[in-house]
């Protein structure tokens, strides 16, 4: 049985409250996983706390309802469910690239409470991954992060246990839905601005888009690619970063001309012995899996030592697909258990 | 530590060595894997044991002179190596899909002597995958088979342990290199005859190229996704099955015309509470991942309930693929153990 505690219970923290609640029985069949939420943390719906578990579906009516859930529960703090009532913390707060709170203090508390965690918040992790991993490994429990990458498309864990005995030389990929959208649109026809105001329209592009159309949300993949897969400690200014906004119809055209595709790449890749992470507008030939790779999709090739290449395809992201992340990250710990 | 015993040191068991012992400091620090193998049965090499562990390196020395292993160990047989010499159990031999044997004896001797198994063989997963698994069960151990679907490509790990926790409502691919290569080359130009004699003079397709290009390979391979990821007890005859030695290049040009491209595929569903396993030449849309995959590659796309349609692309078959299969199995024991 493991106790599980929430921080964090946006649309992230209550999709995986949804599947736990729709799947209880399945996942207890197919997996042997049971388990109970003792507690949730969560500034805007309450912080709510009960040792035998707490009602998922009451929780769960009450958030489609708009209510809190004050009277579900006994009031809590994190100290509270930091204190023997979580085997682990599910971290689910919006992600902060900044300083990263406070997510970054939620992980650094759990952890030193010797608490697994599992989280999809990017800020700890583009901030913090070689401290949080060291203290995870003094602490003798898992810091566990799927979600971070390619939302619940299963990156990491394809790289280090479905690939595990694999050296990755390299990994590159389609990690930004929203430039992957607008470049599709344009080798359709449309010019850069119709593209991006469609992207906009269609919700998947911010009214200020720099962060995906300058290639900032890649780079922190990048670089979060460079320190889970080849090691490394970067930080985001180590990444060599352009983004599409420059792009005209015409080096779509000239590079259809070519045989290829032009696609936004976030790379890492071993060089002379050092590792180097860019992001930029590359030319595919139309052979390669990524090129094929249209609209709001994420990919992401690993050129391997025993495989050579291999290539994961899925959804962008969202709701449910982050959750499925947190839970195939939850299932994971229950095999190792 | 594991002890180690394998079954079959063909190119596949060899390859599954040469890794073993290149990364043999690797696999313990990254891992924590540490291993000995204690005994190899094989026909053709020699059966040899140590219990403190083979020398790896003289075995791949004698291997690769044409030398037998016999002096370099006691002789042995296969009781020897399931009294206790064996915590894991790496079946290798040549896939026979008649009666199974002996692979399918090995498989069932080494569970019900309550060692896990790993193995490569196709012959004991299509005749007697549900029997195996129950007596795995039984004796508390696992059954692994990481590389009898596509090789090293991790097909089935990232279906049961990176999905975990997802419902799988079908599964379609393209699992046989050879005719994947016929059909790229037919698009490029060739006719049908001219693509096969080009498949057998680069030793893809056999000199009676049958099992490829009439779909029985593949065919075999639909019944274990049957079996492997919806759970069924098919037998090869429920495959519905159609090969691609009737297409034309006309058929290619006719797809093509429609913005389609003719793909093998191999496919697996719940039709109206039913499983159907077909293989059969189908038009895939240029926009799908399976379109993209051209040459001796395989591929498969996972609808799931949680992230839609999931691919994974690897390479075709080869030795050192099908070593890192076991390999990635064996490490899967270690994160359980």
Redesign the interface.
């Known amino acids: 049985m493991w106790n599980i505690g929430l921080i964090g219970c946006g649309n992230v923290g209550l999709g995986l409250l949804r599947?736990l609640e729709a799947?209880r029985e399945?996942?207890n069949e197919r997996?042997g996983f049971s388990f109970q939420v003792t507690g949730i943390v969560d500034p805007f719906r309450g912080s709510v706390g009960r040792e035998e578990g707490l009602d998922l579906r009451k929780l769960l009516e009450a958030a489609d309802a708009g209510r809190t859930f004050d009277d579900l529960g006994e009031p809590i703090d994190l100290d509270w469910l930091l204190s023997g009532r979580a085997d682990v913390v599910v971290e689910a707060t919006p992600t902060n690239l900044k300083d990263g709170m406070p997510g970054l203090d939620h992980v650094r508390r759990a952890l030193a409470a010797g608490c697994h965690v599992v989280s999809t918040n990017k800020g700890p992790v583009s901030l913090a991954l070689p401290e949080l991993q060291a203290l995870a490994r003094e602490k003798g429990v898992r810091y566990r992060i799927e979600g971070v990458l390619l939302s619940?498309?299963?990156a990491i864990?394809?790289a280090q246990?479905?690939?595990?005995?694999?050296?990755i030389l390299s990994v590159q990929g389609i990690v930004n839905g929203t430039t992957n959208f607008i470049l599709t649109r344009m080798e359709e026809g449309a010019d850069y601005d119709a593209a991006l105001a469609e992207a906009q329209e269609l919700g998947y592009a911010e009214t200020d888009p720099t962060a995906d159309v300058e290639g900032w949300d890649a780079a922190v993949k990048a670089q979060v690619m460079a320190n889970v897969f080849l090691g490394q400690s970067f930080a985001v200014n180590d990444v060599e970063r352009t983004g599409i906004s420059r792009l005209t119809s015409a080096d779509i055209a000239a590079a259809k001309a070519r045989g290829c595709r032009l696609k936004l790449i976030a790379k890492v890749e071993r060089v002379q012995g050092a590792v180097r992470a860019v992001v930029a507008p590359m030319e595919l030939p139309?052979?390669?899996?990524l090129?094929?790779?249209?609209?709001a999709v994420n990919a992401l090739t690993y050129q391997t030592d025993?495989?050579?290449?291999?290539?994961?395809?899925?959804?962008g992201a969202g709701r449910?697909?982050t959750?499925?992340a947190l839970?195939?990250d939850?299932?994971?710990l229950n095999?190792?258990r």
Chains 1, 2 share one sequence.
Do not use: F, M, W
């Open positions: 599947i799947k399945n996942l997996y619940g498309t299963p864990n394809l246990e479905a690939l595990a005995g694999c050296d139309l052979s390669h899996p090129a094929g790779v249209s609209g025993h495989l050579g290449e291999v290539t994961i395809v899925g959804p449910i697909e959750g499925q839970l195939a939850l299932l994971a095999r190792s």
